[in-house]
């Protein structure tokens, strides 16, 4: 038996998102290999072990629940009581490097990509540099930082319009569920959207938008890892937003996607060649934006703790390809281990 702490909540924006997933991670796994501690981490950054039902954790009344929130969580990881840690924490504070730099300095095995590969993975501008210089396509930007932004925004408003146009996507670099996120269509809403942004982040990435469906394949793996069969996303909305992605019954999941075979080969090789370039290790869910026109395959981003709900693309991609979601969990545990 292996003791694995499952890590959920946290202090990032998508600690709601992260329950769920855990949830998952939580029912799926094998109780007859492993021994379970789930640790909540409340949005102040309070951790605990928590001893109650996992309905508790997906609906949030864990934080409620004192007789079965013990205020020992950290010391779980301090004392390794467990011989693996599962961040399942989305965002900043669980797949930014942060995390995973504990457990690097504790010894513990993490499931997940590097201190480096996370941190590089969570800032969409640092994967935009590191990509650019290996030829993969990704769609033209603008870096706004919040300082510089400040004293004249009226050179920035112009380099993006000459150089983007309308529309274009204002992302905060460290987003994640679209938090932050906006379309512009016009001088006005991009103002606004560099606002809205600059909320979550002081350094901002504003991208041209494209005319693209969304396609993503799942990536598993150390040194020789394997793309998942890719799937494509239909959003409800006028782009994948927040909504969109989890209360919009009507945004869809293909899965497969529908690619000629050759297109499906192609989406593959790069993922891989993406993963590894970005020296993941564990698991990654690398996103594209594929031109409806042309065709042409565009990286939009790489997701190092992506959704793990029983209906999110991470784990659907996989089974679909002949991993059911308890084997997974397995696979991911014991490449862990392996990097660890
Ligand atoms: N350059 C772009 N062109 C068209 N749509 C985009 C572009 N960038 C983002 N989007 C849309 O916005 C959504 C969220 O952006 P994304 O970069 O994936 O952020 P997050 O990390 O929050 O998921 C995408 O799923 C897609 O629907
Ligand atoms: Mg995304």
């Not at 950290?74 to 930014?96: A, Q, S, T």
Request: proline share 4%; hydrophobic share 40%.
């Amino acid at each position: 038996m292996k003791n694995v702490a499952i890590l959920f909540g946290g202090k990032s924006t998508e600690h709601e998102v992260s329950r769920s997933s855990a949830t998952s991670v939580l029912n799926h796994i094998d109780k007859s290999k492993y021994n379970v501690f789930p640790i909540g981490i409340t949005k102040e950054g309070k951790w605990f072990q928590y001893k109650g039902t996992f309905e508790n954790i997906s609906n949030g009344n864990w934080e409620k629940d004192l007789n079965n929130k013990i205020a020992d969580g950290i010391n779980i990881l301090l004392n390794k009581e467990v011989d693996v840690v599962f961040p399942v924490l989305h965002g900043m504070y669980g797949e930014d490097g942060t995390m995973q730099g504990l457990c690097k300095l504790l010894g513990l095995p993490c499931v997940g990509p590097s201190v480096m590969s996370s941190a590089v993975c969570m800032d969409k501008i640092y994967t935009k540099y590191l990509l650019e210089h290996e030829g993969i396509k990704q769609a033209p930007y603008v870096v706004v930082n919040a300082f510089d932004y400040g004293i004249k925004p009226e050179e920035f408003i112009n380099k993006i319009e000459e150089n983007l146009g309308y529309p274009c996507f204002v992302k905060p670099a460290n987003s994640g569920s679209s938090v932050g996120i906006t379309k512009a269509q016009n001088r006005e809403s991009l103002k606004a959207g560099l606002v809205e942004a600059l909320k979550h982040d002081r350094k901002i990435l504003v991208e041209e938008g494209l005319n693209a469906r969304e396609i993503e394949v799942a990536v598993l793996g150390n040194d020789d890892p394997k793309a998942s069969v890719p799937g494509e996303i239909i959003p409800a909305k006028e782009f994948y937003d927040y909504e969109a992605k989890y209360q919009d019954a009507a945004s869809k999941l293909m899965i497969p996607a529908a690619l000629s075979e050759k297109e499906m080969t192609n989406i593959r090789e790069l993922s891989i060649r993406i993963y590894k370039k970005l020296d993941c290790a564990g698991m990654a869910r690398v996103d594209f934006l594929v031109d409806k026109e042309n065709g042409e395959v565009y990286l939009n981003e790489v997701n190092t703790i992506p959704g793990f709900t029983s209906i999110s693309m991470y784990p659907k991609m996989w089974e679909a390809t002949g991993l059911p979601y308890s084997e997974l969990i397995d696979e991911l545990i014991r490449l862990a281990i392996e990097r660890g």
